[in-house]
């Protein structure tokens, strides 16, 4: 039987980190589309984060990117973040955007651009001093269209030298978050394609370096749960970027498209008894697209994350490993089924109302006036949207 009390404590526990590019303005190749209060500046995103995590009460950090979020002092930002009531989480480079990076940016035949990446990656470590933050997230989109294009096997050297420069920079207490994508914008071969190549790196650079397991950035039908698995096992699992797709990186909400996914994602993470923020995993929110409402879209994918915990905290172990151990395939199937099928929301509304938390976060954001609030102040300037 679950310990119904141990499952709370759990639940209460949970951290959920979210992205400071999630509230501004996003979109796909083909358009932006434009959303009335969304913020102009780093410390508007900020204060939407607050917003979240005031509703919630799992969400205490907000992950930055770089330049997106460039300021001047970043102490200053660190310490309007904590009158927002969050922290500063990861911190997010950029080496993608820059024209200069066409044909890749770490992993760039021309040395003058390779240094000129590293050299950024070098600056986000110095602002993760500035913030207090433990990770580094690094992704790139370097790759190549066609066969002959560059050398494979080169540009992984590069990529390998950029890695250990940056990784001998890190403080004691901060990590390397090495993300993967199969393809886009590259489509003939991607430099880090997939979690072998980013788990080889890592452990090639050790301990303080760990995958990013972004949710998106996977082939049609890829069991992602054994990817979890496997790192658990190898203690090489440091992040997750959480949000939904249906045929590529499509960024949608947490568990929207395939909320079993998650919930089976979830329960490899309770098997290996990572949930607890003193596990190190770092769950963060990777969703950006360009027509839901920005704050409550996330405030539902935080939802959506406790949800699939919440089911999978609810599996019977001991059953369950019974019936595995006897060869019961049906009866472990069911198990697992029976505790997907809960439905886990009044327990959700328990574990809020405990934490003196509206049991429903998304009505009680709609009720604070916040989002009226936004629209009639932030007028004019630049907003603070995706590719600013």
């Not at 919630?56 to 660190?78: N, Q, R, S």
């Not at 993967?180 to 452990?203: I, M, N, Q, R």
């Not at 950006?288 to 019977?316: F, G, T, W």
Request: hydrophobic share 40%; with cysteine; charged share 25%.
């Amino acid at each position: 039987m679950t310990d119904l009390a141990a499952v709370k404590r759990a639940l209460a526990a949970q951290r959920i980190e979210t992205p400071s590019w999630a509230f501004g303005n996003s979109g796909t190749r083909f358009k932006v589309f434009a959303q009335a209060g969304v913020p102009r500046t780093p410390e508007e995103k900020i204060a939407d984060a607050g917003m979240v995590h005031r509703f919630t009460g799992v969400a205490p950090t907000v992950a930055l990117h770089i330049p997106w979020d460039k300021v001047g002092d970043y102490a200053a930002l660190t310490r309007y973040a904590a009158d927002q009531g969050v922290g500063i989480g990861a911190i997010n480079t950029n080496v993608f955007q820059d024209d200069d990076y066409k044909l890749g940016s770490v992993t760039n035949p021309d040395p003058g651009i390779r240094r000129k990446a590293t050299d950024h990656l070098l600056e986000a470590i110095d602002i993760m001093d500035q913030t207090g933050s433990r990770d580094l997230k690094l992704w790139f989109a370097d790759g190549l269209n066609y066969p002959g294009q560059d050398d494979l096997r080169n540009r992984q050297d590069r990529l390998a030298a950029a890695l250990r420069e940056t990784y001998d920079r890190l403080g004691a207490h901060q990590r390397m978050l090495l993300e993967y994508k199969l393809f886009e914008p590259a489509f003939y071969a991607t430099d880090v394609p997939d979690w072998g190549t980013s788990y080889a790196h890592c452990v090639e650079l050790g301990e303080r370096a760990v995958v990013c397991i972004d949710t998106g950035h996977h082939a049609p039908g890829t069991n992602i749960e054994f990817i979890v698995a496997f790192l658990l096992r190898q203690k090489k699992l440091g992040a997750f970027d959480f949000n939904s797709r249906f045929y590529a990186d499509d960024d949608l909400m947490a568990g929207a498209a395939d909320p079993f996914q998650l919930f089976r994602i979830m329960n490899e993470i309770i098997r290996g008894d990572a949930l607890d923020p003193a596990y190190g995993i770092n769950f963060m929110l990777d969703q950006c697209h360009n027509i839901e409402a920005k704050i409550p879209a996330i405030i539902r994918s935080v939802m959506n994350v406790q949800e699939a915990s919440a089911k999978a905290l609810l599996v019977d172990r001991d059953a369950l490993a019974t019936a595995q151990n006897n060869g019961d395939v049906l009866e472990a199937n069911s198990i697992l089924m029976d505790a997907y099928n809960t439905d886990v929301r009044p327990l959700l509304a328990e574990v809020r109302a405990d934490a003196g938390l509206d049991p429903d976060p998304i009505a009680a954001y709609r009720r604070s006036g916040y989002q009226e609030k936004i629209v009639a102040e932030r007028v004019g300037g630049t907003q603070a949207g995706w590719g600013a």
